[in-house]
Nanobody, 123 residues
Framework: QLQASGGGLVQAGGSLRLSCAAS????????MAWFRQAPGKEREFVAA????????SYADSVKGRFTVSRDNAKNTVYLQMNSLTPEDTAVYYC??????????????????WGQGTLVTVSS
């Protein structure tokens, strides 16, 4: 089970950190990712971190602004979001894939999903 949190309302240029807490004892074996879905749009890949070696990947639209990280001791994955723009407004979802690597970009490739947390960036 995945529980996302940390969303909210922020002004353009601001920052937020999302968290996704996982239950269970095998979190370290899962590749983790963040996706987002804006109103009227399809869910899109944002960032991913591998189950081992800590390799990461990002969508071009967030590269250099967002950072994904994980703390296996806390069963938690994070998404630090800086320099936010109104185009970042969306519901953000965390997802997990057993033995997933950071080059796993497809929505259908992930096995478990969190409930989503809303990020609203005002101009």
């Amino acid at each position: 089970q995945l529980q996302a949190s940390g969303g909210g309302l922020v002004q353009a240029g601001g920052s937020l950190r999302l968290s996704c807490a996982a239950s269970g004892r095998t979190f370290s074996g899962y590749g983790m990712a963040w996706f987002r879905q804006a109103p009227g749009k399809e869910r899109e890949f944002v960032a991913a971190i591998s189950w081992r070696f800590g390799s990461t990947s990002y969508a071009d639209s967030v590269k250099g602004r967002f950072t994904v990280s994980r703390d296996n001791a806390k069963n938690t994955v994070y998404l630090q979001m800086n320099s936010l723009t109104p185009e970042d407004t969306a519901v953000y979802y965390c997802a997990a894939k057993w033995r997933g690597y950071s080059d796993t970009f497809g929505v259908n490739e992930y096995e478990y999903w969190g409930q989503g947390t809303l990020v609203t960036v005002s101009s």
